[in-house]
């Protein structure tokens, strides 16, 4: 199992070069349903807050600490067909949430020892998933590093920007130390938004 990065992968079979980041705790995910959500539920000008929320404290609470996730914010995920599409790719133990009036389901779990949380997109191309570009990186750097944290990898190709902070004294092994991550698009979208995010730490007795 690869474990370089938490965030799940956008992968189909209609992906271009460079549109892989691999993950630590995932199987390729291939997104390909849409969700139906109704035009206009999101709101832009929140979104890179909610964002710095899902990526420290919700994901990187669960990871790190074993924090219940996603209060206010989401609510289980029951039996549907995006659900139900994405699971494979995760631990049969993993339980799913969704984002309150946003295109995005999330998984939280263990998998070969350590506790993850992923947020991704249910459609490749929502039209109404949160709003963020890739000036995005630098406010979620200044978080991480009050947390010890560093931006260890950063990929801008094809529109679409990935990347991954870690801890410093782990950065040779990843599998021992905290890993979070992100991926902003288009990819498939012309605005650009949030593709997915996550985090991923030992758990710990």
Known sequence: MDHRSPTAAHVSRHA?????????????????LALGLPA??????????????LMFDDCLGFARDGAEPFDGVAAPAFDA?????????????ARAFRLDGQPYLAFIGTDSGR????????VE?????????????????????GLGLVLDH??????????????????QDPTLGIVVSLSLGPAGSEMPHLMALGASAPALP
């Open 16 to 32: 271009r070069p460079g549109a892989v980041i691999a993950l630590p705790f995932l199987r390729c995910a291939i997104l390909s």
């Open 40 to 53: 206009g539920a999101q709101q832009p000008a929140a979104a890179p807050d909610l964002v710095l929320r």
């Open 81 to 93: 067909a995006d659900v139900r599409a994405l699971r494979p790719y995760f631990p049969a133990s």
């Open 115 to 122: 506790r993850f949380c992923a947020v991704l997109q249910a």
């Open 125 to 145: 191309d929502a039209p109404d998933g949160m709003q963020l570009d890739a000036a995005f990186i630098e406010a979620a750097s200044d978080r991480a590093a």
């Open 154 to 171: 950063r990929q801008d190709s094809y529109g679409r920007t990935d990347a991954l902070w870690r801890q410093p004294q782990f950065q």
